[in-house]
């Protein structure tokens, strides 16, 4: 027969119960707080504003992890350069923690400091990467950062171990940019990485994106290009506006199933005169 319990082992059982709930609901909120912290860590070292030129049309939007503790160091930014061209960036941290989001930060920072010295976008990747390295972190970073001159549509770009980019124009082409890249930030000092040249004319649209918009569980990387190219295809012959473009692409990224952040950069021109289309 089972022993029957005594009421004082029974209140003894209880209170352990009662003990280690409250240091599982103590761990739950400090898990909690990390997270927002991370994510308000995010969100404030974003670009609140983007530059604005004649014929230039800039879109972005953002998704950060949606489940559980994960929180990554997605970023994107554009800014004004000293010669009147535009950077534009867009990156993601390895790692999926506050110190991700941290170190995030310093990576935009760095490609903005450093490019108050140079535009050009291999020698700024090489100086930033070289930069990270002297910080001494363990964490790396993919990145492809631009270089655009809105009057002559002219952009020049390079890659560090980043998702190649989407291109579709007016009329009816689209596709992913086949360049050439180097390793990810923070990896290996004295990298150098190739530059690619570029013409975006009227109508055509350079997609950016982050691999939690293109790659997960459901979707593998190509098959998540493709989604893009297609919508990208879509949205130029219709002429629609990067905004609406940028919207369909993260609602996109909802079918590859990722748990990881999503960002997207969509960049337009118009107002240029000769046949839509991008020239290398």
């Known amino acids: 027969m089972p022993r029957k319990r005594s009421p004082d ?18 761990r739950a909120e400090l898990q909690r707080s990390q997270v927002e912290l991370a994510l308000a860590l995010q969100r404030g070292m974003l670009p609140r504003d983007l530059p604005a030129a ?20 997605d970023w994107y930014d554009a800014f004004p350069l000293p010669d009147g061209r535009v950077g534009l960036s867009i990156g993601d941290v390895q790692g999926h ?33 070289d930069l990270l390295l002297s910080l001494g972190s363990d964490l790396f970073a993919t990145c492809t950062f631009m ?43 004295g990298t150098e990485y190739p530059v690619t040249r570029h013409r975006l004319t009227t109508g055509g649209v350079f997609v950016l994106v982050t691999d939690g918009v293109v790659e997960g569980p459901s979707l593998t990387i190509e098959d998540g290009l493709d989604q893009v190219v297609r919508l990208a295809g879509i949205a130029a012959v219709a002429g629609l506006e990067a905004r609406a473009l940028a919207a369909a692409v993260i609602k996109g990224a909802e079918s ?15 107002g240029l005169h000769g046949r839509p289309g991008i020239q290398p």
């Not at 059982?13 to 409250?22: G, H, I, K």
């Not at 941290?102 to 090489?126: C, I, K, N, W, Y």
């Open 256 to 270: 590859v199933g990722h748990e990881d952040d999503a960002a997207v950069l969509v960049v337009g021109l118009d």
């Open 9 to 26: 082992e029974g209140d003894e059982l209880l209170a352990r119960l009662s003990s280690l709930t409250a240091q599982a609901r103590q």
């Open 147 to 189: 270089r655009l001159d809105p009057a002559t549509g002219v952009l020049e770009s390079a890659r560090a171990g980043h998702i190649p980019f989407v291109w579709a124009t007016a009329d009816g082409k689209s596709g992913v940019v086949d360049d050439e890249g180097g390793p990810p930030l923070g990896i290996q000092k």
């Open 97 to 129: 923690n506050i110190e991700a989001a941290a170190f995030m930060g310093q990576v935009r920072a760095g490609l903005r400091a450093l490019a108050s010295v140079t535009g050009h976008p291999g020698e700024l990747l090489a100086r930033t990467n």
């Open 54 to 73: 004649p014929g230039l049309h800039l879109a972005v939007r953002y998704t950060p992890a949606n489940l559980g503790l994960n929180v990554g160091g």
